[in-house]
T-cell receptor, first 109, second 115 residues
Framework: GENVEQHPSTLSVQEGDSAVIKCTYS??????FPWYKQELGKRPQLIID?????GEKKDQRIAVTLNKTAKHFSLHITETQPEDSAVYFC????????FGTGTSLTVIP | DTGVSQNPRHKITKRGQNVTFRCDPI?????LYWYRQTLGQGPEFLTY????????KSRLLSDRFSAERPKGSFSTLEIQRTEQGDSAMYLC?????????????FGSGTRLTVV
């Protein structure tokens, strides 16, 4: 099966700085890589995703990059705001999702 | 149809009791997934259905766990003889298929506490 590793497990940044979270995966058949934001007690919410035929995707302050050869993908959040504070999960999938262990992001005002 | 619906939202049960959770997916979604999430961890895959067929089960799904999707619409997840280690959030998700996970949406989850 797929194995997804995510780093770092915790990340603190000053408001306005950038945050980067990295994930690696093991199964070359995985073809879809979503990122989820989960606030305490709430369901995971999709914030951005990327498919295997794309190398980079941006949506306002959020971007994701994918390196299929190296089997790693990253989430970049620029101009961070306190409301970005949450746990972020990456996932790799062909059908069912395999999630990373999460990154707890704290944005310090 | 505003999304994936899960019931109940919370369940407290005594160890050894059986519990059943329900998930109603987005109506046009043919794939339905169950995950378990414990505090501080990412969701762990349990099982998934394409229509009424259960196509894959994780090794996490012991013989005390059973899931059904009899008519290819809603699904139930039953845990028999609950143990304290079963305490977790049980998440359901649904999507439309064709080899790509379009519209993958999570429900709000059922939080199980075994006392």
């Amino acid at each position: 099966g797929e194995n997804v590793e995510q780093h770092p497990s915790t990340l603190s940044v000053q408001e306005g700085d950038s945050a980067v979270i990295k994930c690696t995966y093991s199964d070359s058949a995985s073809n879809y890589f979503p990122w989820y934001k989960q606030e305490l007690g709430k369901r995971p919410q999709l914030i951005i995703d990327i498919r295997s035929n794309v190398g980079e995707k941006k949506d306002q302050r959020i971007a994701v990059t994918l390196n299929k050869t190296a089997k790693h993908f990253s989430l970049h959040i620029t101009e961070t705001q306190p409301e970005d504070s949450a746990v972020y999960f990456c996932a790799a999938t062909k059908y069912q999702f395999y999630f990373g262990t999460g990154t707890s992001l704290t944005v310090i005002p | 149809d505003t999304g994936v619906s899960q019931n109940p939202r919370h369940k407290i049960t005594k160890r050894g009791q059986n519990v059943t959770f329900r998930c109603d997916p987005i109506s046009e979604h043919n794939r339905l997934y169950w995950y378990r999430q414990t505090l501080g961890q990412g969701p762990e895959f349990l099982t998934y259905f394409q229509n009424e067929a259960q196509l894959e089960k994780s090794r996490l799904l012991s013989d005390r766990f059973s899931a059904e999707r009899p008519k290819g619409s809603f699904s139930t997840l039953e845990i028999q003889r609950t143990e304290q280690g079963d305490s977790a959030m049980y998440l359901c998700a649904s999507s439309t298929g064709s080899g790509q996970n379009y519209g993958y949406t999570f429900g709000s989850g059922t939080r199980l506490t075994v006392v």
